[in-house]
């Protein structure tokens, strides 16, 4: 059974940074993954994703801001997320599709149940 177990979110301060992490079982971290996110009362969005050869994508509120990676030894991918602001409040979800070509946000079929991340002014 594919299993995608986040951590990493917290509280932090404007400016802050964090890293979260996505342990990955039963799907290989050489598949099309993402992180989406979530805030109270709006639509769940996309905010990076990496395909099997390690090219990405970053929505433009988070361009030059966060990082998506992955480690293959570990079966791991990350989040790193620097200059974090109030509006970056939400949960972050990973997600992973079969295959290995990424479709913009598009035809995840696997989904962690989240982590929390709150930005504080």
């Known amino acids: 059974q594919v299993q995608l177990v986040e951590s990493g979110g917290g509280s932090v301060q404007a400016g802050g940074s964090l890293r979260l992490s996505c342990a990955v079982e039963?799907?290989?971290?050489?598949?099309?993954m993402a992180w989406f996110r979530q805030a109270p009362g709006k639509e769940r969005e996309g905010v990076a994703t990496i395909d099997f050869r390690g090219a990405t994508t970053y929505a433009d509120s988070v361009k030059g801001r966060f990082i998506i990676s992955k480690e293959y030894a570990k079966n791991t991918l990350y989040l790193q997320m620097n200059s974090l602001k109030p509006e970056d409040t939400a949960m972050y979800y990973c997600a992973a599709r079969s295959g290995g070509v990424c479709y913009r946000w598009d035809r995840f079929e696997y989904w962690g149940q989240g982590t929390q991340v709150t930005v504080s002014s």
């Open positions: 039963y799907v290989s971290s050489g598949n099309c």
